[in-house]
């Protein structure tokens, strides 16, 4: 049994593990760890899309990462690979990219291929 804690009460409760799962799921997590949704693609392909507990990419001034709660941000990103840390997987999935337009808003990353 998962516990947590009562919004009304502040008392520890135990819950299902059913409900637990829906409690990480709704909160954007996976596995304890919080995650960001990433679509990586081009106009006739899609590279990834799913859930990721970071993202590695390099712009003009230098390699950086992306991790869930970051700031609204927009740049274009130099030829690179681009490391995406998937859920549940050892090996990070990895895409060399030539030149692409990094979009994040709203916990979610978009990178435009491509472009």
Avoid: W
């Avoid at 009460?9 to 059913?18: I, L």
């Avoid at 507990?53 to 950086?64: H, K, L, Q, R």
């Amino acid at each position: 049994m998962a516990m947590r804690q009562d919004a009304s009460t502040g008392k520890m409760v135990e819950v299902e593990e059913s409900e637990a799962d829906k409690l990480a799921a709704a909160a954007g997590a996976s596995n304890g760890k919080p995650t960001i949704k990433v679509k990586v693609y081009a106009p006739f392909q899609v590279f990834f899309e799913g859930d990721a507990y970071s993202i590695t990419a390099v712009n003009e001034t230098g390699p950086f990462d992306i991790l869930p709660k970051h700031h609204d941000f927009l740049c274009m990103l130099v030829p690179c690979e681009l490391v995406i840390h998937v859920p549940f997987e050892e090996a990070p999935k990895i895409i060399k990219i030539s030149r692409a337009l990094m979009y994040v808003k709203a916990e979610k990353v978009s990178v435009f291929v491509d472009v």
